[in-house]
């Protein structure tokens, strides 16, 4: 309370209290028992006043120790949360639904079925302990599976220096660090689902430089194959596997065009000494889908195993400006192999990509979501929301120099696939999307056959 206005209201109010009660008496009445009633009657009345001011003072020094004290509980497009005054403690649920309708053409995988599917059913527990212990648990019902996508801790140290422990995507691939609501392609390229690891189990350090115009990661992990995810299981093996990255934002926060241009390299490395299995299946490394997902154009034989160093490096970088946005991202692998007749060879995959959109009502283009100018609002004049154009180029490449001993039975050595694309957002949360792409295959037993893949989706994430 400011001193000055306690300090002159009291005098002021004595003197309103003796104006008034003089003001009911009459002028003859000025002797000294009227005087020393008055005295009595503005004595009571200025006690009266200070027991009031008390009173007042308390009430509004427990209502703010009360609000200090009182939870915040929100409901938003960005999910449910319950967040203490003090800012220490945040709990929120959130979640991500994507229903797709998918269609294949072409006559390179004559079997693959039409259909609807759930591709992601994921509700996602987070929050902060403390301040700086964070938590992030998301489960997969999707696709009629069960599993772990997300179960990790972090430890919020410092912007400059965080810790990350559990299952979690290693940061190395730019586009499979962008969240599965933000894409603006229904499936990843083949640099994200093919080369680059998925999720892995381990620890990462990471952090933000230079008033977030650098940021680097490193970390340990149990290591998976090519576009692999991990279970949260103890890993079969000791070889572990090591990620790096950096990433640069030099002209962030500043008035440059090219405030929204990024670039980094990434790389990992480890040891998958496997032995070739007597019979059955090949061990320990991947099968190459095809952009649809249902299919692989490349596989390698039976009782094929890695056996020995894996190595992926993948330059990167995006570009946003104003409603342009441009991705471009590189992988290469390099696996040691061996076969059933103890042949070893090192073979060296490759997929890139090129993806530009651009939103037509004119919102910025980002890494992340899209808000609308506009919400979609049936009735309402203008409110139709956000639409984007997508169209994208990409490549994978297998090792022509692969002996024909470790290839499978049906087989591409290149598959080069086209998109174009369209994305309403309707608002922060809902979108209808779709997406045409399609693929040639040259090499092997597939050579000149083609995919066609059509899909549409509608998702929800709050």
Known sequence: MNPEPKALGRPFSRLLIAI?????????????????????????????????????????????????????????????????????????????VQLD?????????????????????????????????????????????????????????????????????????????????????????????????????????????????????????????????????????????????????????????????????????????????????????????SPGQANNFFTYANRVASNGKRERWSPQAHFYRGPLGLIAEYAEVSQDLINSASARITAKNSAWQLAASWLLTGEDASFKGIKPYSPFRQGEEGGWGAFELVARYQENRIDEALPASFRGANYALRAKSAAVGVNWYLNESARFAVNYERTKLDGGTLNGKTEDFLVARYQLAF
Not at 42 to 71: G, H, M, N, Y
Not at 128 to 147: A, C, D, I, Q, V
């Open 101 to 289: 309708y998918r269609d294949f053409g072409g006559d390179a995988f004559p079997n693959a079925v039409d259909g609807f599917t759930a591709r992601r059913i994921r509700p996602t527990f987070e929050g902060t302990l403390f301040g700086k212990y964070g938590f992030r648990f998301t489960p997969e019902f999707g696709e009629n599976k069960s599993s772990i996508v997300d179960a990790y801790l972090d430890v919020k140290l410092d912007p400059r220096f965080q810790v990350r422990l559990g299952k979690f995507k290693p940061f190395v691939g730019l586009e499979r660090l962008q969240s599965g609501a933000d894409l603006k392609f229904i499936e990843r390229s083949y640099v994200s689902n093919n080369l680059l690891p998925n999720r892995d189990l381990g620890v990462s350090v990471f952090g933000d430089l230079f008033d977030k115009k650098l940021s680097y990661a490193v970390g340990a992990f149990n290591g998976v194959t090519d576009g692999g995810e991990n279970t949260t299981a103890q890993d079969t093996n000791s070889q572990k596997e090591f990620t790096a990255r950096l990433f640069a934002t030099p002209f962030v926060g500043t008035d440059s065009v090219l405030q929204g241009l990024g670039f980094g390299i990434a790389a990992t490395t480890g040891d998958s000494h496997l032995s070739s299995p007597a019979s059955g299946a090949a061990v320990g490394v991947p099968g190459y889908k």
């Open 20 to 96: 008034t009660v003089a003001a009911t008496f009459p002028a003859h009445a000025d002797t000294t028992t009227e005087i020393d009633r008055l005295k009595t009657r503005i004595d009571e009345l200025d006690q009266q006043l200070r027991v009031l001011s008390r009173k007042q003072e308390i009430t509004t020094e427990d209502a703010a120790a009360k609000q200090k004290s009182t939870p915040l509980l929100t409901a938003s497009d960005k999910g449910f949360g319950l967040k203490s005054a003090d800012g220490q403690f945040e709990y929120k649920l959130r979640g991500l």
